[in-house]
């Protein structure tokens, strides 16, 4: 059942850091792009970053210079290490990887099952 499987999240202090590891198990024949979704109470979700298979990233506004997306293509994983963490970065973070199992298949969207983070004043 488990398409994406998370680790990281956790209660930190503000100005502390964290880091999410997402890993998409199992056969693959191609990823894509892997990104980091978040959604916090009362708020739409929103893309964090992401990274194509090309190596470009991309970062919503309120995360440059504090976040950085990387990836380990070996391993089908992808990272968000983030620093100088805020309150407002507080919410459900979500992996997301756009992946062919096969040739055959199409680009289909896998997703974690959320991890909570959560910044205290």
């Known amino acids: 059942q488990v398409q994406l499987v998370e680790s990281g999240g956790g209660l930190v202090q503000a100005g502390g850091s964290l880091r999410l590891s997402c890993a998409a198990p199992?056969?693959?024949?191609?990823?894509?792009?892997m990104g980091w979704y978040r959604q916090a109470p009362g708020k739409q979700r929103e893309l964090v970053a992401a990274?194509?298979?090309?190596?470009?990233?991309t970062y919503a506004d309120s995360v440059k210079g504090r976040f950085t997306i990387s990836r380990d293509n070996a391993k089908n994983t992808v990272y968000l290490q983030m620093n100088s963490l805020k309150p407002e970065d507080t919410a459900v973070y979500r992996c997301?990887?756009?992946?062919?199992?096969?040739?055959?298949?199409?680009?289909?969207?896998?997703w974690g099952q959320g991890t909570q983070v959560t910044v205290s004043t």
């Open positions: 997301n990887a756009s992946l062919k199992r096969t040739r055959f298949d199409g680009w289909y969207d896998y």
């Open positions: 199992g056969s693959i024949f191609s990823i894509n792009a």
């Open positions: 990274i194509t298979s090309g190596g470009s990233t």
